[in-house]
């Protein structure tokens, strides 16, 4: 019995270890990919972004998490204040546990489950519950307004998504994510699959709220969607929460299309370098990605960004699914169980 304690025991400690050594970087990241966003938009429209905090403004995450924590959470008149202390919590806790079975590295990962693909993509649509809550227990019509056309947008945008992921499946002939990425050694699926790459990543920016699919949140109008009544550290929760789903989108489409931790050039020395590095780099690329489109285009309109999802995503994903499994059946290339 004592042996079975200890070893319940070891795994215990181990899995903790495991998690801390993904959520301390997560949220390290998570800080800092705000200075990263306004130091990248400052370049673009040529300014300077944060300088004043600290060398280059390294410690401007920092101040910024020390007004949140001092300032006073107000709870609108007639709220739920459970629900609406509780739905922040969901959004950002959802996408922190999601990493549990990201590989950063070749069987690096908390649980390397043979089901990693369908854990993310459930974890990824259990996303909607924190939005919809928080509009709901606002007790506001502005904010259940956005909350319904956010939840609406996510939705519409996850169909999408879902067949791509079925596509790369096919390919792969698993749901493990770490078998992904090792049959992306000869080529990176963003290749062959070119166009769903492009979907994906397009309806990761939709997922996340982000611009040009930020019409939900209109955080340039004086109605910021589904989370205007929320301040202080509830609010950074969904602020949060918002940027580390963009890390958990790059981390996805690196995974399903870029080769994971695989290096782009499969030589000497470059193979010699831990496959850590070539991950958090492809992450790094995407990110710059979201920044970048962020700083350039035009926010969509409502019927542009459901036209987009429903009319062109939708059938594009569907028939090219078909198109690929029909291939590697025809040339005898389906992967078997």
Request: glycine share 8%; aromatic share 14%.
């Amino acid at each position: 019995m004592s042996v079975l304690l200890q070893t319940n025991l070891g795994i215990a400690v181990l899995t903790l270890l495991e998690s801390l050594a993904i959520i301390v970087p997560l949220l390290l990241g998570v800080a800092y990919l705000t200075w990263f966003e306004r130091k990248v938009m400052g370049a673009i429209q040529l300014r300077k972004g944060p300088n004043v905090v600290g060398p280059f403004g390294l410690w401007q995450p920092f101040a910024d998490a020390i007004k949140m924590l001092f300032k006073e959470t107000i709870f609108p008149a007639g709220a739920d204040k459970v629900l609406f202390t509780i739905a922040p919590m969901i959004t950002f806790g959802l996408a922190v546990v999601a990493w549990a079975v990201i590989p950063v590295n070749d069987h690096w990962a908390v649980a390397n489950i043979n089901v990693g693909i369908l854990y993310l993509f459930a974890i990824s649509s259990l996303g909607v519950y924190g939005i919809i809550i928080a509009g709901w227990a606002s007790n506001s019509k502005y904010a259940f307004l956005g909350a319904l056309r956010s939840t609406a947008q996510m939705v519409s945008y996850e169909v999408s998504m879902g067949f791509v992921i079925v596509t790369v499946l096919i390919c792969v002939g698993s749901l493990n994510l770490n078998d992904i990425v090792l049959a992306q050694r000869h080529i990176w699926f963003a290749i062959p699959l070119l166009p769903l790459f492009v979907i994906f990543f397009i309806s990761g920016l939709a997922e996340t709220n982000r611009a040009p699919f930020d019409l939900a949140e209109g955080e340039t109008e004086i109605v910021a969607g589904f989370f205007v009544e929320y301040s202080a550290m509830t609010f950074a929760l969904f602020f949060l929460g918002e940027y580390a789903n963009m890390i958990l989108i790059s981390a996805m489409t690196t995974t399903l299309f870029l080769g994971g931790w695989l290096s782009p050039i499969p030589f000497a020395p470059f193979t010699l370098i831990p496959g850590v590095f070539w991950f958090l780099l492809k992450i790094l690329v995407c990110l710059f990605v979201f920044v970048w489109v962020r700083a350039t285009l035009p926010r969509f309109r409502y019927d542009q960004i459901m036209s987009l999802g429903w009319k062109v995503f939708l059938p594009i994903s569907l028939v090219w699914l078909v198109l690929t499994a029909g291939f590697l059946e025809i040339f005898g290339m389906l992967p078997h169980a």
